[in-house]
Structure formats: C-alpha cells, structure tokens
C-alpha cells in the first residue's frame, strides 16, 4: 500500500474477490426468478415412408408442424440464449424412452423469443433404432435450455403435450 | 522515477485501504440492485467496473490526504565514537 504498484495490486486482487462473489450471488438468484413460457406445438401432419439402404429398409416419417412459444419471460438478467428444440418422445418395444429432435434453434434475444411458425417441418432425420414405427403413439413437446451467464443451465418443457400416431407406411418397400 | 511511486504514510495506506473497500463493495451492491430492477447484467458490471475506476481514481495517485501524517524520525545521534555506539 506504500507505493501505486502496491495500491494497483490491492485494488485489482479485491475486486476480483468481488466479482466472483458478486457473480456467485447472480448465480444463486437467478433459478428463483419467475418464468411462464406458453408454448404450443400441434401437428398438423404426419407421413412415414420406408425406405431400402441397401438391404435394410427402414421407416421414415416426416413431420409438418405449427409451431407458436412465447420465451419472452425466460429473458432475465442472466440469460445469454435459449436453446429450442422440438422433440419428438415415444415408447417403443426396444426402449422405454426415445427422443427425437425434429426441430431446433438458438435464440439469442428477447426480441426473437415470440415464435410463430406454420408449416415447419422435421429439420433433422426422424427414424427410429427399429426399422419401423409400429404406428405407436409420440408426444411432440417444445424443449428449452436456458444458456446463463452465470450459474447452472436451467431446462424445461411444454406442458401441454399431444399424443399423435404414426400413420402406416404411405409406400410398401420394393 | 520517483514520482511515479506515489508514495503514501502509514495513516494514509489505511485511509486509502478503507477507501477503496467502501467504493468497491457498494459499487457491486448497487450494481446489483440496479442490474436487478432492470434485469440487465451488463448494467451491473458497468456500474461494478466505475467502482474499480472510482477507487483507482481516489486511491492510485498520492493526493495530499493520503500524506497528513509523515513519519517523523528521531533526531539522528550524535556519533562520538564510532566503536562503542554499536547496540
């Protein structure tokens, strides 16, 4: 503290302190802030195709949704992004639980975070381990992670979620 | 160079050493009240980096208060012969 190289240390080391205690209280406030994100994913259709890779036909389906979220209220202070995506979740004979992204994105301000979307359809391949569907039931559901500055990432759902079939198979393999 | 040292006394290194916890602390109180109410955390490190610049600016430089109190020495001995004053 004698001389401006001693003065210079004491201040920057303090506030380094402080920042981290300043940032660790940011952290731990965050999760309690409150958040009510209406999210509605309905879908309008489905076709499932197979298709032969060279021996192994399998089925694919394709999905057109529409797509309406309002993520507005997941901005707070100590938000960076949000990362959407719809996933696709169903119980097969194999395995208790599947999901599938069908659709994603990040979305990087308050602005974006309204999303009103007609016609989106599977942006990513939707097939299953098996070769086919078996025409189960899937719930179609908006997935969020909360991407903060500081702290723990924070994950959700939709919680209104329906139950579509997979329709047969629109073309029988050759 | 000396001047560059910006050398302060003992009473000052503690006035100074107050001063900057003050301004620094309530520099992330308030810019974490503030950053809340507006739910903007680039607010609070705004304000958090003007309480480092605050305290950088009343601490770094040996402003005249930090300098009220040299330490007075005691007057030198009068050394006689140099064998015997060894202590």
């Known amino acids: 503290m004698y001389s401006l190289a001693q003065r210079a240390n004491s201040v920057f080391a303090f506030s380094l302190t402080v920042i981290f205690v300043l940032l660790g209280a940011v952290?731990?406030?965050?999760?309690?802030?409150?958040?009510?994100?209406?999210?509605?994913?309905?879908?309008r259709d489905i076709a499932v195709w197979t298709y032969d890779y060279g021996g192994s036909i399998s089925e694919i389906a394709f999905v057109t949704?529409?797509?309406?979220?309002?993520?507005?209220?997941?901005?707070?202070?100590?938000t960076k992004?949000?990362?959407?995506?719809?996933?696709?979740?169903?119980?097969?004979?194999t395995y208790n639980v599947n999901?599938?992204?069908?659709?994603?994105?990040?979305i990087r301000s308050k602005r974006d975070a309204r999303i009103v979307l007609h016609q989106?359809?599977?942006?990513?391949?939707?097939?299953?381990?098996?070769?086919?569907?078996?025409?189960?039931?899937?719930?179609?559901?908006?997935?969020w992670d909360a991407m903060p500055y500081a702290g723990l990432?924070?994950?959700?759902?939709?919680?209104s979620i329906k139950r579509v079939k997979f329709p047969k198979p629109e073309n029988m393999a050759s | 160079m000396s001047w560059l040292q910006m050398n302060i006394d003992f009473e000052g290194q503690k006035l100074a050493e107050v001063i900057y916890y003050v301004v620094i602390i309530s520099g992330a109180i308030l810019g974490f009240a503030v950053g809340f109410?507006?739910?903007?955390?680039?607010?609070?490190?705004?304000?958090?980096?003007?309480?480092?610049?605050?305290?950088?600016l009343l601490v770094f430089p040996s402003w005249p208060l930090y300098n009220k109190h040299p330490v007075r020495w005691l007057?030198?001995?009068?050394?006689?012969?140099?064998?015997?004053?060894?202590?």
């Open chain 1, 27 to 43: 952290a731990i406030i965050t999760p309690f802030l409150p958040f009510n994100p209406t999210t509605e994913v309905h879908v």
């Open chain 1, 65 to 78: 949704m529409d797509l309406e979220a309002d993520l507005t209220s997941l901005f707070n202070w100590n």
């Open chain 2, 37 to 56: 109410i507006y739910q903007d955390l680039l607010l609070t490190m705004e304000i958090f980096a003007g309480g480092i610049g605050l305290s950088a």
């Open chain 1, 120 to 143: 989106l359809k599977n942006k990513y391949i939707f097939n299953d381990i098996n070769p086919s569907f078996r025409e189960i039931n899937a719930t179609y559901a908006l997935h």
């Open chain 2, 75 to 87: 007057p030198a001995k009068q050394v006689t012969e140099a064998s015997d004053d060894e202590g």
């Open chain 1, 81 to 93: 992004q949000l990362y959407v995506s719809i996933v696709a979740e169903y119980e097969s004979d």
């Open chain 1, 153 to 159: 990432l924070q994950s959700g759902r939709s919680k």
């Open chain 1, 99 to 106: 999901q599938i992204i069908l659709w994603d994105d990040i």
